[in-house]
């Protein structure tokens, strides 16, 4: 449409309306007013717009043609003065005020006397003119009550009155204005506030679409924006848990703010598993079905998070909402099933499309022991109760929820379930498929379908496979390495294996068909119809079924002459009733099951028993190259580590102990571990980069960077000890995992006894004096380490006692106090006190009591630290021992940021000094250039008692360093002595320059 088109349709559909209106205003106001202005002027108020600088009153022709100087034009006679001025006199009495002022003021008049239909009128309408609000003026035209005018006609007045007019209306028409603007202010603010409001919800949409229940794909946005007004912000404090792995809940939580982790039990502890920062979500699937978590979730900082229950979803969801949404659930739950877990979201979908849901009752049996199964269940509600046979080596009684599944291995091999599986809740609701139905979702296309089977086999094949515990801890990209190495073999009935005492070459993993495990003589079999017997003349065990009880049986002509050797006695048997006897030959029909995993740990290991086929059988078969392959560097990052070298254990035992190596992922900024904590785990590098922290003067500084096979924690293998520094994630990080006890599970005690010593020797290494020593004597000490038990309250040492012995915590805790302290601090495991006074016996200072209810401490003297050294290089290493003292001392003191080396040159530019008791170390007023720091004996100012108190550094725990002068070190050169300072006793001092102290 042309804007000539528009223009006429607007005249065509306004046009009526608009004279009606101009004709009403013109009868209220006279024809001086502008109607189509003044109803623009109505609308831009209305929207609270800006109002355009027009005038609602028109201005009359003789207006038009004055000029601004209002100076009469030259072709005009002039009047003479009197006329003139009589003139202006007449015309002065009949034209209004504005006519008489100048042009600039005149133009100012007109349009207050414009505005004037705009303003509300004065306080006294009976004594000045009206003048109203435009709304108010709107109303009236409306009720077609007009009682003012346009113009007014002011009388003859003073100056001062008209000034004191001018001044009333401009502060009316200042009010007016300001009320309009402040109204307009809180129609802004108001609008600010739904604007954020609205942004807020928007914002926790957002949060909402992530969640694939909720997402954009499952739900339309008019219903996400419903539900988000359900979202009810809950805050956490700091370590709080939020959920619990194995409750059953409702809810699913979005976390808005904060950080929280995740975490799983793992060998009876709570392992970290990951971390959960703004925007994640957890416990989706919570509010479809009663499921238990299957993880804990703890904050790590104050979190804000949103949570949405159940019935919020239900309630605002329609049915086929519901319907959907539950159809996206199942494919989510697909993710813990591995047959479907490699399937494409498209083809989850279909699949979740083609299950077929069941209803059972309590004690309905789903399938049988020897069932054959053909179809996978999935539990969407209630339980079912997995009951094995009375077998001694059978499985025990197992109980599966909503999420969990069984069925899966028949599905593909039809193999029997293995248990008999009846309802155990009052209502159970099932979701199944079967092998076929399972195809079919790939549509009638034949090469669909075979890659859909395909790849269901491959997922399978790769459970089944990693049913070995050395392969399912390897990482994902190295068990694709090994996996890529198996290979399909087949055995035809009564083929061999492999036979006992073979060395065996591969691992085997059965797919299907069933085996036989025989610790006999090979040639003892004889083949039946699926059944292992035996020669004429052979004795051999067998199991009674109805008696459970075994018997050894000799068969001779057709008879079983039995003798039970618990008895003694002999007893005749019918053959006849050889069908209820069980030849003691292990059977395996289960997809899984594995063969020959002994040659993973050792490359010399034989088979303990022949393995046979009693049927056609399909196994997966590979090397254990394969796995050493990606084993190897994993085995050359242990025998790095002290505690694993070749030194300690052999290439078998590292192997045994690589295939317990648990595979982690951390990512950037997380913490694997903190200082403080006590941890039983070790850990070792394969991929990214680590800081080394440790909270120095309350800041946390970055000790040194970890790389690629760098390893931490493990000492805590060995002891209950805290850890004595952080290590954070820098980048993305990969690393193995060893625990306690995966450790003791595989080596045998005297090895465990040899890694201990070599753990105590390390504990050396926080230890100032021994730190230094060499790998030998330490291992030397540490075997001369004394054990003690203390029960709790025992007094350990006291403070007056003199140091003779060195001690170490090795488990349990101690409370350490020291001077007037009450109070004390505790200690943990791995922590050692009593070094300061070892070399010259002075007292403890120290008084160390058991805190727990039973205290382990190793322990030993000076001389049992000098007998580790060789004839002839005891004083070289008692020497040592005092150096080592002394540049702990310094950096006790004041030089807490240097490295042992910048240590060592200044340790050279200081100087021990030896003071007999009573003897003056300076006077008062004495010019000194140096720090003293007390390394044995009691030296007291006169002035005032240096305070001592209790500190741990690192792993020891000593009293505090005493020095004098640290109040003079800033000075640039000699200070006169404020105090005199006396040695009470035998001593010794640390005489440290000042330019050592403070180079600058």
Not at 263 to 280: A, D, H, I, P
Not at 333 to 339: D, H, K, N, W
Not at 623 to 643: G, K, M, N, T
Request: proline share 4%; charged share 25%; glycine share 6%.
């Amino acid at each position: 449409m042309t804007d000539a088109e528009w223009a006429a349709n607007m005249r065509r559909v306004l046009g009526p309306h608009l004279e009606a209106m101009s004709s009403e205003v013109q009868e209220a106001w006279g024809p001086e007013v502008d109607p189509e202005a003044m109803l623009l002027r109505w609308l831009c108020q209305r929207r609270n717009l800006e109002v355009p600088p027009v005038s609602v009153r028109r201005r009359k022709v003789e207006d038009l043609g004055r000029t601004d100087s209002n100076v009469p034009s030259s072709s005009s006679k002039e009047p003479t003065s009197s006329t003139s001025s009589r003139a202006k006199g007449d015309k002065a009495s009949k034209e209004p005020m504005s006519a008489r002022l100048p042009s600039r003021e005149a133009k100012a008049e007109e349009e207050r006397q414009s505005n004037a239909l705009v303003l509300p009128p004065l306080v006294d309408e009976a004594k000045a003119p009206t003048a109203m609000s435009l709304d108010l003026g709107v109303k009236a035209l409306e009720k077609k009550q007009w009682t003012s005018t346009l113009s007014v006609n002011l009388p003859e007045c003073k100056p001062w009155e008209r000034t004191l007019q001018t001044v009333q209306e401009r502060i009316l028409s200042d009010q007016v204005r300001h009320s309009s603007h402040s109204q307009l202010l809180k129609a802004n603010g108001q609008r600010m506030q739904d604007l954020m409001a609205y942004m807020h919800q928007e914002f926790r949409g957002q949060f909402l679409a992530k969640v694939p229940l909720l997402s954009n794909e499952v739900l339309d946005a008019k219903t996400q924006f419903r539900l988000v007004s359900f979202l009810k912000a809950e805050t956490f404090e700091r370590g709080q848990y939020i959920i619990k792995e194995g409750e059953v809940g409702d809810k699913l939580y979005i976390i808005e703010r904060g950080v929280c982790e995740v975490l799983k039990k793992l060998n009876g502890r709570e392992v970290t598993v990951g971390q959960l920062s703004k925007g994640s979500f957890f416990g989706e699937i919570a509010v479809l079905y009663d499921m238990p978590r299957t993880a804990t979730v703890r904050t790590q900082t104050a979190v804000i998070a949103l949570a949405l229950s159940r019935a919020d979803i239900t309630s605002q969801l329609s049915t086929e909402d519901l319907e959907h949404m539950k159809l996206i659930a199942r494919t989510q739950v697909f993710g813990s099933v591995p047959l479907l877990a490699d399937l494409n979201a498209e083809r989850k979908a279909k699949v979740a499309l083609a299950l077929k849901s069941q209803r059972w009752y309590r004690g309905a049996v789903v399938a049988g022991q020897n069932h054959i199964t053909s179809r996978m269940y999935i539990i969407e509600q209630g339980n079912i109760l997995l009951t094995p046979s009375r077998s001694k080596s059978a499985p025990q009684e197992m109980r599966l929820g909503p999420g969990q599944f069984f069925g899966m291995r028949g599905l593909l091999y039809g193999a029997p379930m293995g248990y008999t599986i009846t309802a155990d809740s009052d209502e159970v609701m099932t979701l199944s498929i079967s092998h076929e139905e399972l195809v079919n979702t790939a549509g009638p296309d034949l090469a669909d379908r075979t890659e859909l089977d395909a790849i269901l086999h491959r997922s399978m094949r790769a459970h089944l496979v990693k049913q070995i515990p050395a392969i399912q801890r390897l990482a994902e990209e190295n068990f694709q390495k090994v996996f890529e190495e198996a290979q399909e073999v087949t055995y035809k009935k009564w083929n061999v294996v492999f036979r006992q005492g073979d060395v065996l070459r591969y691992v085997y993993v059965l797919e299907t068909g069933k085996l036989s495990e025989y610790e006999g003589e090979l040639e003892e079999l004889v083949k039946t119809d699926g059944k292992v017997a035996f020669k004429e003349g052979k004795w051999n065990v067998i199991q009674d079924k109805q008696k459970s009880s075994e018997y050894v049986y000799n068969l001779k002509s057709g008879q079983l002459a039995i003798i039970d050797e618990r008895l003694g006695s002999k007893e005749p048997f019918d053959g006849k009733a050889s069908s209820d006897l069980d030849v003691n030959c292990p059977e395996h029909v289960a997809p899984g099951d594995y063969f020959g995993a002994e040659c993973l740990s050792s490359k010399s290991a034989r088979a303990a028993y022949t393995l046979v086929a009693l049927t056609d059988v399909t196994l997966l078969q590979f090397p254990p190259s394969s796995i050493w392959a990606v084993q190897e560097e994993q085995r050359q990052f242990l025998s790095r580590i002290q505690l694993f070298s070749e030194d300690v254990l052999s290439k078998d035992e590292q192997f045994m102990l690589v295939s317990k190596l648990k595979p982690w992922n951390f990512s950037a900024g997380r913490y694997i571990i903190k200082e403080g904590e006590i941890g039983d785990m070790l850990f070792i590098i394969e991929k990214g980069v680590c800081d080394a922290c440790k909270y120095l003067n309350d800041q946390e500084v970055v000790l040194t960077q970890l790389k690629k096979g760098a390893f931490f924690g493990e000492l805590a293998v060995m002891f209950d000890m805290p850890r004595t520094a952080s290590v954070r994630a820098a980048t993305a990080v990969t690393a193995m995992s060893l625990t306690r006890e995966d450790i003791t599970s595989v080596i045998g005690e005297d090895k465990i006894s040899k890694m201990q010593i070599l753990a105590k020797a390390q504990v050396f290494g926080s230890i100032p004096i021994l730190a230094r020593l060499s790998a030998s004597a330490k291992n030397t000490i540490a075997r001369r380490l004394q054990p003690k038990t203390f029960r709790q309250g025992d007094v350990i040492i006291d403070q007056a006692q003199p140091a003779s012995r060195l001690y170490i915590i090795e488990s349990g805790s101690v409370v350490v106090k020291c001077g007037s302290d009450e109070k004390g601090q505790q200690v943990l495991a791995g922590t050692s006190f009593g070094m300061h006074g070892l070399l010259y016996e002075d007292p403890y200072v120290l008084e160390v009591t058991a805190y727990s209810d039973q205290v382990k401490t190793l322990s030993c003297t000076l001389p049992d630290i000098l007998a580790a050294a060789g004839t002839g290089e005891q004083e070289a290493m008692e020497r040592q021992m005092h150096n080592a003292l002394n540049m702990w001392l310094l950096k006790s003191v004041c030089l807490g940021n240097e490295s042992d080396k910048q240590l060592a040159n200044a340790l050279r530019k200081c100087e021990v000094l030896h003071f007999k008791p009573g003897a003056t170390v300076f006077q008062k007023d004495d010019e000194l250039a140096s720090v003293y720091i007390v390394i044995h004996g009691v030296f007291e100012p006169d002035s005032f008692k240096p305070a001592r108190k209790t500190e741990v550094r690192g792993n020891l725990v000593n009293a505090t360093v005493v020095s004098f002068g640290m109040e003079w070190s800033q000075s640039e050169g000699p200070v006169s002595a404020p105090y005199t300072l006396r040695a009470e006793s035998a001593g010794a001092l640390l005489s440290v320059p000042l330019q050592v102290v403070n180079p600058m």
